[in-house]
């Protein structure tokens, strides 16, 4: 149950939160629902601390991709403020969270006199566009992890080591994984199908894009990781 009394403290509105808030709302636009789920706010986190924003947070090999134990924290500040539907209890993948009423118009506001935090939004936004659904979130972070954590240096590679993550990562395709004819991971609505390869495109698969450029998945997120914090 949403409650402010799980954070009596009225809580700042910082640039992580701003950036977070504006990041789930990008979101929400895109899938047209009034929430995310838990499991994808673990997602759009850990690609905003890859692109340059220092978060602070530890992401280790989780059921579903990337997980960030202290995202509970970041989630219990705001919630009932700025966010509802965290509950703090055990971290149910298909929790609901909602961004309460003004909280997307103040953080618009705040983050204009901030470029960093304006940067990573484009970077991200621009990354996820198209794969807005928990299998795309997954499979995008999965293996952006392989790639850049488990050093992955082929695309035969990256497959290994998406399978050998769990009994789950099976479920994902060589062709998912590796982007060969342009098969993406299954959306909330009917969706064109994509190449993981495609590097930002720049139409939404949810808007039937016919953008089918394929580059090599290393060029994405290595492109991806490198802006430079000031």
């Known amino acids: 149950k949403t409650s ?19 990041l789930v709302s ?20 850990y690609l905003a601390q890859s692109a340059g924003q220092p978060l602070k947070l530890t992401f280790q090999k989780g ?11 970041v989630l219990n500040a705001p919630e009932g403020y700025f966010t509802a539907g965290y509950t703090g209890e055990a971290d149910d993948p298909e929790m609901q969270i909602s961004l309460v009423p003004g909280a997307i118009k103040e953080a618009k506001e705040f983050l204009e006199s901030h470029s960093r935090e304006l940067k990573v ?7 996820v566009d198209g794969w807005e659904t928990p299998h795309g979130l997954e499979l995008l ?25 769990n009994e789950r990562k099976k479920l994902f395709s060589e062709r998912q ?10 959306g909330r609505s009917e969706k064109k199908n994509i190449s993981i390869f495609c590097i930002f495109p720049k139409k939404s ?6 953008d089918t450029r394929a580059q090599s998945i290393f060029a994405i997120f ?6 430079a914090v000031p």
Not at 177 to 186: E, K, L, P, V
């Open 63 to 73: 059921i579903y991709g990337p997980y960030g134990v202290e995202i509970r924290h």
């Open 26 to 45: 990008g979101y929400q636009s895109a899938v047209l629902d009034p929430f995310i789920t838990l499991l994808e706010v673990h997602k759009l986190l």
């Open 177 to 186: 994984i590796s982007g060969r004819n342009g098969t993406s991971a299954q």
């Open 121 to 127: 939004l484009k970077k991200v936004s621009e990354l």
């Open 205 to 210: 698969v949810r808007r039937v894009s016919t």
């Open 141 to 165: 972070t999965t293996v952006h992890w392989v790639v850049t954590e488990d050093h992955a240096k082929s695309v035969s590679e990256a497959i290994t080591a998406t399978h050998n993550w």
């Open 222 to 227: 290595f492109e991806f990781s490198s802006i």
């Open 4 to 22: 402010k009394a799980m954070n009596p403290k009225i809580p700042n509105l910082t640039k992580s939160r701003a950036l977070m808030i504006s």
